[in-house]
């Protein structure tokens, strides 16, 4: 076969400020839009009718789930700057605009491009954490359903933080201040009413929220 045949051509750029292209302005403006959407949510929570917020709550379902395989997804493969730490920053925004660790889910990716949706092996056990055939039976793929809306209460943390860090120190201090960031937001969300004057204990806000971040993540 003719090596030319399976040579893969990469964009490149001449920007300061950008790696592969100047058209990543495009996915890095959709996150930074995320994460404002999502704070919005919490601003506007104690103000505007319910109809109105479940409206709204599951447009940013919607959002979560274009972000994770649209932006977020692009971002691990492509990193979209030049600089280390604006790149480092741009996972905390992904992180506490879809709540995840941005660092954590590199791993959990990678490590589906290694089994690439595997069968079981002897013991159940598949390389890809996420194989629609893990649960399922006889060699056969899982129900739909079933795949989609339990994939979300079967991630393993301890598998993907000793995976991360095989990568070393770096990473893994990385990822976990990513959760650390975004489950700091989530607390102050729960804590604080941003009503005027302030009141506390934010449980019908998290009452709403948490569903639409449960669908946005299925």
Known sequence: MNADAI?????????????????????????????????????????????VMLILGFIYSLMINANVNGVSHNFIHNPFFRSQLLN?????????????????????????????????????????????????????????????FLSFFRDNPGAIKRELAKRGKVELRWGNIELAVFITVLITMAVIVPTKPIHFINWRFMLFFLPFFYLGHC
Request: aromatic share 16%.
């Open 7 to 51: 040579r893969i051509e990469r964009p490149s750029t001449n920007s300061k400020l950008f790696a592969q292209t100047r058209w990543d302005a495009v996915p890095v403006a959709a996150g930074l839009f995320h994460l404002a959407y999502f704070l919005g949510l919490y601003f506007l929570y104690p103000y505007a009718p319910l109809w």
């Open 88 to 148: 480092r920053i741009f996972g905390v925004i992904e992180s506490v605009a879809c709540c995840f660790s941005q660092t954590y889910y590199d791993v959990v990716h990678m490590q589906h491009h290694k089994g690439n949706a595997d069968r079981p092996d002897e013991n159940g056990e598949t390389i890809d954490w996420i194989s629609i055939y893990k649960h399922g039976h006889d060699g056969e793929a899982e129900n739909p359903w079933g795949y989609v």
